[in-house]
């Protein structure tokens, strides 16, 4: 009799705590990976956010990618993040680490944060999984979620197979504003230039900027901090996405320099009139020699 | 002797483009000051009155239009127009078919109605008088996108951020209606003394009924409130007031500490509701609204908070700039600000910054996920 009072009991508790179980997962946000097979050597993943309910605007998390799993491609063209503090482009430390806001936050139940694909090393079988992960909800208080980090184990035959025709991107990235901005709180007081657009197919990969005539075009981050503090040079930013295609925004400077004040411009023809000089120099030389 | 000559030439051009070089200008972008409203743009404003300093939309950024300045002595760009026509290359630019995406809506009455598209904003309108408002937007690539909208009110209040993530579809007219905007909520006083009254007001769609939330945060932490020394409280809340919230100036909680009330905005959209506080516990309260039309449900405000205490310290006058998260004070809350919130995270907070980092964030003491998440629930852009 004893012995069935204590199975009861066991079994009560066992109930009361997988409804507790389900009621903590109910409320947790869940990262799930969705794989397909793109072809026969290559999968393609795509990071998946269930948010259960709850409005939700920042996130931080990494995948950790095995040794066998050779990532190829990834790609934020649909991603609702719109401000990455940290946007996943390469391996690092076998993980791939992102991190973002979405202002005014989201609430879904599939909502794809980024697609990837990749190749796996013949006859192996790896399990894509997450890492440290944080959700904060739209709250204003960015309180912190219940996670749930659901991996995925990777065996060829069990993966679903889809036909995806090669669509060609020929959309520019996104129309953007660039901001110049200073501020005596950072970079040191010195005016920096905040920039952000978005590729809806391929996504943006990387900006490339100019200050000024004869400048060449770098690769950048934003926030910019500029090089020529005076601000008399018009800057000139290039959203680049995945298939080459550049949206270009101008910032004019409203006292801008004309040519011939350049720097390089006087340098340029500086050495111009230096050149010449010598050379009529040389021309007399010759000829009063050969006289 | 033709070489002194030519030394001489030479000597001559390099004083000259010295001199050439060293009139090139400089300008000042720098943030507002007092002074504002003399017609001179003054170290710290970006503009004043119809002084604009050379500014224009295009310098802005914007492709045509025409630039104004606010009160606030910074730039407006509401009437800069930002067309589908910069120059673009790399692998083509093939224009697609004509999408448009239509927002259709309840604001405030004649308010500034702003859409953001993926936090960026794309486009303002001014809603009617009732408060309806439509605002379309063309040449937009097809694709998975969060618009939001949101508005000021007649006293430059922010309405929450409200969001539509949709799937921009090409050729087709992606329309967006019923959108309904949360009002607008202020408070009169941060603490007020347990029995004396303060008043909630704001704005919303004109004759709209206003749902007032007001909920029992905590019991005072004394951290929060530096000006008093003393609370001789501790009886548990939820043991002092049950029963369901009714009446004017006589309020109860219910059993989640919640006592709510229902307003109607005038012909203009203003509501206002004084609370008595003599029979709510001294405590830290918030207080929410929700706009009820009909049978439409505007999303919940922003929230507000105040302390039932032992004195009267009356709101900041300064409420139009007084944005939680506008780390630069221009009152915004946008990509200049998560600039420079991405510059101090994981660097040690300089003096200044703490005592802002206190006020505007979190006041941890650090620029971490969670002061980037106030960020983005202010956002206004």
């Known amino acids: ?291 | 002797m033709h070489a002194r000559c030519c030394c001489l030439t030479f000597m001559i051009l390099l004083v000259s483009f010295t001199f050439v070089n060293a009139e090139s200008g400089s300008i000042d972008f720098d943030a507002r000051v007092a002074g504002c409203g003399d017609s001179i743009v003054d170290s710290g404003e970006e503009c004043d009155t119809s002084t604009l300093s050379g500014a224009s939309c295009s310098t802005r950024g914007f492709t045509s239009g025409t630039l104004s300045c606010t009160a606030s002595c910074l730039f407006d760009t509401t009437a800069c127009v930002l067309t589908n026509n910069s120059s673009g290359g790399g692998g083509g630019g093939v224009s697609s078919k004509k999408t448009l995406v239509v927002f259709t809506g309840n604001a405030y009455s004649k308010s500034i109605v702003t859409i953001l598209k993926d936090a960026q904003v794309v486009a303002t309108g001014i809603a009617g008088v009732d408060g309806t408002f439509q605002i379309n937007i063309s040449d937009i690539s097809p694709g998975s996108y969060i618009f939001s909208a949101l508005t000021k009110d007649a006293n430059g209040i922010s309405s929450s951020l409200l969001n539509f993530p949709i799937i921009v579809k090409k050729g087709l007219i992606n329309k967006i209606d019923k959108i309904f905007i949360a009002p607008s909520i202020t408070v009169t006083k941060e603490e007020v003394k347990k029995g004396d009254t303060v008043d909630f007001s704001g704005q919303t769609m004109p004759f709209a009924t206003v749902v007032l939330t007001i909920t029992f945060q905590s019991i005072l932490n004394r951290a929060t409130v530096p000006s008093s020394n003393n609370y001789p409280y501790t009886t548990a809340f939820t043991q002092q007031t049950i029963g369901p919230a009714t009446g004017v100036g006589v309020p109860s909680l219910n059993i989640q500490n919640v006592y709510t009330k229902a307003v109607t905005a005038d012909s203009s959209g203003y509501y206002t509701f004084t609370l008595n506080t003599a029979s709510l516990p001294r405590g830290e309260y918030s207080v929410t609204g929700k706009s009820i039309y009909f049978n439409q449900f505007s999303t919940v405000s922003v929230q507000q908070g105040f302390v039932i205490g032992t004195e009267n310290v009356l709101a900041k006058n300064n409420v139009i700039c007084d944005l939680r998260a506008d780390i630069n004070a221009d009152c915004k809350v946008n990509i200049i600000d998560f600039s420079i919130l991405l510059y101090w995270v994981q660097r040690p907070l300089t003096e200044p910054f703490i005592s802002i980092e206190k006020v505007k964030l979190n006041g941890d003491g650090v620029v971490n996920l969670t002061d980037l998440s106030i960020i983005a629930f202010y956002w206004t852009g």
């Open chain 1, 1 to 291: 009799m004893i012995y069935m009072n204590t199975i009861r009991f066991g079994f009560f508790c066992l109930c009361a705590l997988s409804v507790l179980a389900s009621t903590q997962t109910a409320f947790a946000s869940t990262l799930s990976f969705k794989v397909t097979h793109n072809n026969d050597i290559q999968y393609k993943a795509v990071v998946l956010l269930n948010t259960e309910g709850q409005t939700i605007n920042t996130i931080s998390s990494s995948m950790v990618l095995p040794a066998s799993v050779h990532l190829e491609k990834i790609s934020v063209g649909n991603s609702p993040v719109s401000l990455w503090v940290k946007k996943p482009t390469t391996v690092e430390n076998g993980a791939v680490y992102f991190s973002g806001l979405i202002p005014g936050g989201i609430i879904s139940d599939e909502q794809e944060l980024f697609s990837f694909t990749f190749t796996i090393e013949a006859l192996q079988e790896p399990t894509l999984v997450f890492g440290e992960t944080s959700i904060l909800r739209n709250d204003g208080y960015g309180t912190p979620t219940p996670v749930s980090l659901l991996e995925k184990y990777i065996r060829a035959d069990t993966i679903p197979k889809t036909i995806e025709s090669d669509l060609i991107d020929t959309e520019l990235p996104e129309l953007f504003i660039p901001i110049l901005s200073r501020s005596e709180l950072s970079f040191d007081g010195k005016y920096f230039v905040s920039f952000q657009t978005q590729d809806k197919e391929s996504g943006v990969v990387s900006y490339r900027l100019t200050e000024g005539l004869f400048d060449w075009y770098k690769n950048v981050e934003s926030p910019y901090v500029l090089k020529y503090q005076s601000l008399d040079r018009n800057i000139t930013i290039q959203a680049v996405d995945d298939s080459g295609n550049i949206r270009t925004a101008v910032l004019l400077s409203e006292h801008p320099l004309v040519w011939y004040r350049y720097p390089e411009s006087i340098a340029v023809s500086f050495s111009a009139i230096l050149l010449t000089v010598f050379g009529i120099v040389f021309f007399l030389y010759r000829r009063t020699k050969n006289m």
